[in-house]
Every structure is written in C-alpha cells, then in structure tokens.
C-alpha cells in the first residue's frame, strides 16, 4: 500500500547519491531561468527532492496539485506549466550517465503522477464541499419554507394567516419588510393585507391599481420584479402612508394561483441598503408565493363561506323578525306601510313603493311607500305609467331587476326617469296578483342575487299579511255593518215596547178598578224591562250585555214604574266581574228579575214603609247564579209551592227558557230567590272563569 501511495516519496529513497546531487543541481539551473507557475512547480520538486521522509515529499507536490484546484484552474493549464517546469529541468540534464539518467526520468514521472493526484482529489474535495453546502443551503431554503407555510397554512382565519406570513418570511429571508397585498376582482385593485417594518395603520386601507407603482407593476406583468434602488426606478410610486422613506430596495413577486391563473396577491419585501437580489432569492419568493396562493386562497374562501353564513343566519333572523312584525297587525293601511318600510331596510334601499294596477286599464297606484319624496314621487308616476314598463312588470310573476345601464325600451325609461337600479317583485295572493313591490338603490353594485332571494322570500310573506289585513278589513266591515243592524233593530223593538207600554199606561189611567190597574202597572213594568234590555243592547256591539249590567237598569226601570207612595224602596246590584250574555238570556234575566221585584214590592214590602233589594250574580261550576235578596216579610205561599202568578212565570221562565232552577228560601230575615242556568258565552266573547 505505502509503495503504491508514496510513489514520489519512495523514487526520491531510490536515488543513488550522485543521482540526487545532479539532479538537484539541474533544479538549481532550471528554476533560474524559469518564472510564475513552472518555476514554483520546479521549487516545489526540489523541496520534495530534500525530504527525507517519502510521505513528506508526496505530501509536498500533492498539495500543489490542490491548489490548482481550488483556483479553479484546469486541469490543462496544469499539465502544461508542469511539462514546461520538466522541459526546464531536462536541459539540464542531458550530459548524465546512463544509469542515473533512467533515475532521473523516474522522478520527472512521479513529480507528473503526484500533481496530477493532488489536482484530482482536490478536485473531488471541492466538488464534496460543494455538494454538501448546495445540500445545507437547499435543507435551509426547505426548512424556511417549511416555516412559511406552516404559518400559511396554520389558521383558516385571513387576517391571522396574512400577519403570520409577514413575519415569518421576513425573518427567514433576514429583510426589514415583508408587506402582503391581496387582489380585490371587484374592485381591480391591491389592497395592503398585512405588513410588518411599515406603518399598521395603511392595512386595510391602501388600495393600488394594476400597473401603479412596483406593486402594481408585478401584479400586471405576472412576475417578479427586483429593483435595487427604488429611487432610481420609473415604476416606483410613493406612498406617505407607508413611512417608506427608510427602505431602497424591493423584490415584488406575484401570487399566482396557477391551476386556474388566478391573481391572488403580491408579496414584497424591501431593505433599507441599496441591494441586488440574488436569482436564489427571487427565486425563494416565487417558491413560497406558489406555495402560498394555495393557503391564501383557502382562508380567503373560508372567510366569505363564514361571511355568507353569518350573513344568511343574519338576514334569516332579520327576516323573521321583520315578517313577524309585518304580521302583527292586522290594519291594512299600517301593514302596506310596515313592509315598504322593512323591505327598504332589508335590501338597502333608499325608496320602496307597494304599487296596485287598477283594472280595467291596470293604472299604477301607489298605495303605500318608504324614501319617496315629491320630486321622486313625479318621476316614479311616469316611470309606471310607461307603456314598456307595465308590460314589463305589471303582468310579471318574478323577481325583475332592471338597470339604467340596459340598452332595452326598460332601461331607456329607467334612464329617463333618473334612476339607476330597480328591483321590481310581484306580490301575489291566493286567487289574484296584490301588486308589486318596488325598490330603487343609487349604489353601483345594485340589486345582487342574495337581496333578490332575500326579498322575494321577504315579499311572499308580506303578501299573506296584505291579505289577512285585506281580510280582517272586509270582516271588520261586515261586522260594524251587522252591529249597526242589530242596533238599530234593537232601537225599534224598544221604541215599540215602550210605545206599548205608554198605551197601557194610558189605559190604566182610566180604570177606577184597583186590580185591573194593578194588572196594567206589572204588564207595563215587564214591557218597560224588555225595553230597558233592548235599551241596552242597542247600546253594545252585536247584542251583547252583562248579568250585571241587565240587573241594575231592571232595578232602575222596575223601581220607578213599581214602587208605591210612601214607600222608601232601596234597591242595588253586588258590582262583580260582568258575566257577558246574548240578547236572548239578557231579555230572559229581565223578566225575572222584574218578577222577583214585584213579587216584593206587592207582598214583601206590603205594611211596611221601606225595603232593601239586592241582586248578586256570580259563575260557579259553570252555572250563572243570580240571587235576589229583600229583606219584606217574606212570600205568602209556602216556599215549596208554586206561588202566585208571578212566581209560576220566574219558573216558567227559568226551567223551561232558560234551562235553569229556581228556589225561593228564607234566610234569616231575609227572602232569597235563587236563579241558576248554564253558562252560554256570546259567539266571539272569551268564557268568564269563575
């Protein structure tokens, strides 16, 4: 091994002393008339010729070698300096022996092997050194753009991920700014995302255009653009908002979503030194701006799906509330009002108008509006009454937008109207068309399909409040048209009773027979009671009154008509919760409270100089109780009998018209006839509870 790997070292060990000594003296002549590469190559051989130690001598020329190729230098170069140098030492040489002349050109050859070994394998050490630092260097470029989209890629939230990826690209590529703009298709525009070494307060609020500017000047190229000083750069435009002034250089690489060349961005980053990118540098951001589209372009859709839901959920909630509230009333007017008004607030619109078309010639009519003003109001007049209008909406069953901007007989009278966009929506009922429903907006965007959507949703529900409230009118009307019947019927009935009862007042003035007078006076005083209830019934919706209300008016009425001279008569109804009843109990209730009412008058009160009557009624299990207490001598009849015939007409009345039972019983001093029936509330009146 050691003869194969000291080929120089173990020559030299084989010289003879006379050979070394020529030899040596033949560098010394060589290296005089030799100069730059050839003659260190001489004084090289010679300084390996001296070592004593053949691992030394090889060590020497190997090294030279090296050199060579760490300078670069090729290898032909090499080989021609080293033929020069032996060229050198062989004219010196010439006149040797034979035997020491074979030794010479043995080393000449080893000096070649030895150079050429070192070259090589310092060569190869260099290509290694090389390899592993383009490998470091690759491993580094992976590991920061490891960190990069980890940061890209570690929130779905937009603004997080933007300020994540600043800072970590400025960190991995050791530069002062990192700015991040998004592309905005709307509007055309880059607006600035995220930034950091610039002023926070321009996030969100810097907007440049395509081809303003560096920034904007990659976007519209699509690739990058690496200025070394900004100043001296036509392309640059200075933003005061930025506090840029610090910074000289800037590398702007777009971001590309290329599966479906999509601008989503630009990328920037600056330094305040004048700076010349490298072609690995560019090349880096390019890297991590692919990488990012992806990531940017995930968070961005992520963001507008949690927009549009919160949105939906908010304008579902706003719906509902706003349809629940157009449904609260029932008064057509104030419904017509309500939903030109919320249909204004839910599509952002600055008027809103319920239009009718009035048969035969389906005239507009605008019957309830939010934003109109007078000038509006004219404009709008003619805009409806416009021929391609009408038959453009009045007879529609969708949902039309329509656009100042449209070259259609539509679009020409919306210009001429002054108008920019119209949403026009058909509000249908159940049988035939209610109207339309119109909205204006001034923004340029207009109506978007989400609004329509909404609104036509919006627009059905207000159809079914414009009918209940349609319907609850007509209802009302038939109702106050019929209450208004029921009371002027129940006025004639009593204007006749009474008529009725003047004829038997009349007659009985001109009787001399006590009886028959006294016949007449209960006769007039039981017509006077059902005057009094009709009395009251014309006085109350549909014929309804209370137990109470009936009690106190035949106290008053029976009282006057009744009572005799003399007598101090106090009569009073218990004020308890009125018991609603029909016409038909109230006259019922009437006569048997007159009959009661005489009976003690006639009987109870009869040797006496006053008197207390009280009527209380009540509900208990469903039944209506009414109790007619006097506080008289009691009946003359046994209690159990039928009595006279005011007695038999109460039974009658109670048992057979009322449905009831009737017990007349002493309570202490006092006579109590009870009345108890069932308890039939009025059509449309809620149950009284007991």
């Not at 017509?336 to 249909?343: K, S, T, V």
């Not at 600055?350 to 010639?361: M, R, T």
């Not at 059905?460 to 048209?481: F, K, V």
């Not at 218990?574 to 006639?602: C, H, K, R």
């Amino acid at each position: 091994m050691d003869q194969v790997r000291f080929v120089l070292g173990n020559t030299v060990q084989e010289l003879s002393p006379q050979a070394r000594s020529l030899l040596l003296q033949a560098l010394d002549q060589a290296r005089s008339q030799s100069s730059g590469e050839s003659g260190r190559l001489l004084e090289v051989m010679a300084q390996a010729l001296v070592q004593e130690d053949p691992a030394q001598a090889t060590t020497l020329l190997q090294a030279e070698g090296r050199r060579w190729a760490e300078e670069e230098c090729p290898v032909s170069a090499l080989a021609e300096q080293a033929i020069a140098a032996v060229r050198t030492l062989s004219t010196h040489l010439h006149s040797i022996p034979w035997g020491e002349k074979v030794q010479t050109e043995t080393v000449r050859l080893a000096f070649f092997s030895e150079l050429l070994t070192g070259y090589v394998q310092g060569r190869e050490e260099i290509a290694a050194q090389r390899r592993s630092a383009e490998l470091t260097a690759r491993m580094n470029e992976l590991a920061a753009l490891h960190k990069v989209i980890s940061a890209a890629n570690s929130s779905l939230d937009l603004e997080e991920t933007l300020h994540l990826v600043v800072r970590t690209v400025a960190e991995v590529m050791q530069v002062e700014v990192c700015e991040l703009y998004l592309f905005e298709p709307e509007r055309g525009t880059l607006v600035l995302g995220a930034s950091v070494g610039l002023n926070p307060a321009a996030e969100g609020r810097l907007r440049l255009r395509l081809g303003d500017g560096v920034t904007g000047w990659a976007a519209q190229q699509g690739r990058p653009v690496a200025v070394a000083d900004v100043r001296q750069d036509p392309h640059f435009l200075y933003e005061p908002i930025l506090h840029e002034e610090p910074y000289r250089s800037l590398l702007s690489v777009p971001i590309v979503l290329y599966t479906v060349e999509k601008l989503v961005g630009v990328i920037n980053v600056r330094t305040r030194e004048v700076r010349t990118y490298m072609p690995e540098e560019i090349k880096f951001l390019e890297t991590v701006a692919g990488e990012m589209a992806i990531s940017l372009e995930n968070a961005r859709l992520y963001q507008e799906t949690d927009q549009r839901l919160r949105r939906k959920v908010d304008e579902l909630t706003t719906l509902q509330r706003v349809s629940a509230m157009v449904a609260g009333t029932l008064e057509l007017e104030q419904t017509l009002g309500l939903i030109a008004e919320q249909a204004a607030k839910l599509g952002q619109a600055d008027l809103a108008v319920i239009v009718e078309w009035l048969p035969p010639k389906y005239e507009p009519s605008v019957v309830a509006f939010c934003g109109l003003d007078d000038d509006r109001a004219a404009r709008l007049r003619w805009w409806l009454r416009s021929e391609a209008v009408h038959a453009h909406i009045a007879v529609a069953g969708r949902p039309i937008v329509i656009s100042a901007d449209e070259e259609t007989e539509v679009g020409q009278a919306t210009r001429w109207s002054e108008f920019s966009a119209l949403l026009c929506i058909p509000l249908r009922g159940k049988e035939e068309p209610l109207g339309t429903l119109c909205l204006h907006t001034e923004r340029p965007e207009g109506f978007s399909p989400e609004v329509v959507d909404l609104l036509s949703v919006f627009a059905d529900q207000a159809s079914l409040a414009i009918e209940n409230a349609r319907l609850y009118s007509e209802l009302r009307r038939t109702l106050e048209m019929k209450s208004t019947l029921l009371q002027e019927m129940h006025h004639r009935v009593r204007n006749n009773l009474q008529a009725v009862a003047s004829l038997l007042n009349m007659q009985m003035r001109r009787l001399r027979d006590p009886r028959g007078v006294r016949l007449l006076l209960e006769s007039a005083s039981r017509i006077q009671s059902i005057a009094a209830v009709h009395d009251l019934l014309c006085q109350e919706t549909l014929g309804v009154t209370t137990v109470q209300a009936v009690a106190r008016r035949v106290l008053e009425v029976a009282s006057a008509h009744l009572s005799r001279p003399g007598l101090n008569l106090r009569c009073q109804a218990v004020e308890e919760p009125g018991l609603p009843i029909g016409s038909q109990e109230a006259t019922l209730l009437a006569l048997v409270i007159n009959e009661l009412l005489s009976n003690a008058i006639s009987h109870g009160f009869a040797h006496r100089e006053q008197g207390t009557v009280t009527i209380d009624a009540y509900l208990a299990d469903r039944q209506v109780v009414l109790q007619v207490r006097d506080d008289g001598q009691g009946p003359e009849e046994s209690v159990e009998g039928e009595g006279g015939l005011g007695l038999q007409i109460v039974r009658a009345l109670v048992t057979r018209d009322l449905g009831g039972t009737f017990s007349l019983q002493r309570d202490g001093e006092w006579t109590v006839a009870i009345v108890s029936f069932p308890y039939r509330p009025p059509q449309g009146v809620v149950p009284a509870h007991p």
